[in-house]
């Protein structure tokens, strides 16, 4: 198995990176998609692309959710479901240090050399950078939607 991890410092309080993370209004306008789910153990989530049709891009269950300070939660395309090989986890650690936020997102359990550990590995630097601008400035990077360096069937 191979992991990702990945630390950023924000301006904001916990709560402020907690609602960002786990509300769809705020992912849509950093990520490009809404994240979906009521945020409790045993839920599901989804990850619903903006167009017309809302197909889900990415889907998985919450396994950890401590509000707001520590979020986990299965990953996986909506098609492999089914084959747990290729299900792999995603821990969200939120902590208040000095007047900053420190977050640690951690991506593991994923298969090496993998289209999901390729695609994450370019996805997850692009949405903490937007994540992190957004909270900070109110503002939103580029239109990544249409970035062809990261497609949006690539991101996670």
Request: charged residues 20%; contains cysteine.
């Amino acid at each position: 198995m191979s992991d990702f991890v990945y630390v950023t410092y924000i301006k904001a309080t916990p709560q402020k990176v907690w609602n960002a993370i786990t509300t769809p209004e705020f992912t849509r306008q950093y990520w490009g998609m809404a994240i979906v789910s009521d945020w409790k153990p045993g839920s599901k989530w989804d990850m619903v692309n903006l167009d017309a049709a809302g197909s889900v891009n990415m889907t998985g269950e919450v396994l950890e959710s401590d509000p707001p300070s520590r979020l986990m939660i299965s990953w996986v395309k909506p098609e492999n479901r089914a084959d747990k090989s290729e299900t792999s986890r995603v821990t969200f650690e939120i902590e208040m240090q000095g007047e900053m936020v420190r977050l640690n997102v951690i991506h593991d359990q994923l298969k090496p050399g993998s289209d999901m550990a390729r695609g994450i590995s370019n996805g997850w630097p692009r949405v903490l950078s937007g994540l992190k601008t957004f909270l900070e400035t109110g503002h939103a990077l580029a239109d990544w939607a249409n970035c062809k360096s990261a497609p949006q069937a690539k991101v996670a």
